[in-house]
């Protein structure tokens, strides 16, 4: 996901939903690391989008914002059967008088329709001295995407904070992708393992582990 241009002692954000290949029954989860949720397996494969909030980078203008960014999914095959989609999203929020989100934001717009996170999560970076609080969340978004397929996707109604204390640091995130996986007759036999996590990470590695591999039936050759 993109979420901030030319970034500026900023931890990157592993956002929920890496792939190899108030009211809410969810539990917040803090400082998450990326944990397998979903294998699919079969003739698959995935396609993804997704873009900013951010109207201009950092070394322009820090901390505007647009209220609504279009991206094209493309890739998706004729007669191709949608697995599953997510929809994940993140942003800055701050509990700090003047801030323009004090709290995180769950319910989102994709498509004029309303989607709120099935899984949510937060995570604070310390930054001279300042506390710097972001969150994400992940939504199934299969049933919409299956009944639309390849196009333009417009997402809207993030809040995010764009005030202090994350402007005067360039920190300002708000960011959307969506992946999804598909079925379909000349897509690779393969399995495509779905996580989901989101921890502050500089200077580090994250690593996850393949698993669950599908080997077919029947092949003419095999080249490693």
């Known amino acids: 996901m993109r979420c ?30 990326l944990s397998l ?28 914002l647009v209220v609504a ?35 995180p934001d769950w319910q ?11 899984r949510i999560f937060t995570e604070t970076v310390s930054v001279g ?4 609080d972001f969150f994400a969340g992940v939504a199934d978004v299969t049933a919409l995407v299956a009944a639309k397929g390849s196009g333009t996707y417009v997402f809207s109604g993030l809040e995010v904070n764009a005030g202090d204390p994350h402007c005067d ?3 300002v995130l708000a960011g959307w992708s969506l992946i999804v996986v598909y079925e379909q007759s000349s897509a690779p036999v393969q399995v495509i393992d779905i996580f989901d996590g989101f921890r502050a990470c500089q200077g580090d590695e994250i690593a996850l582990t393949a698993r669950n591999f599908l080997v077919p039936v029947s092949y003419t050759h095999l080249t490693l």
């Open 4 to 33: 901030c241009s030319e970034p500026r002692r900023l931890p990157a954000l592993a956002l929920a939903g890496a792939l190899l290949a108030a009211g809410l029954a969810a539990p917040v989860l803090a400082g998450t690391e």
């Open 37 to 64: 949720v979903r294998s699919i397996a079969g003739q698959v494969d995935l396609v993804g989008t997704g873009g900013s909030l951010r109207a201009a980078p950092n070394g322009t203008s820090p901390c505007a």
């Open 69 to 103: 960014d279009a991206a094209d999914l493309v890739g998706l095959p004729g007669g191709a059967r949608i697995e599953a989609a997510y929809l994940h999203w993140s942003g800055s929020w701050s509990p700090l008088a003047g801030s323009t989100a004090t709290t």
């Open 108 to 118: 989102v717009t994709l498509d004029d329709q309303p989607v709120t996170a099935d």
């Open 129 to 132: 001295g300042a506390s710097l």
């Open 169 to 171: 640091n360039a920190m």
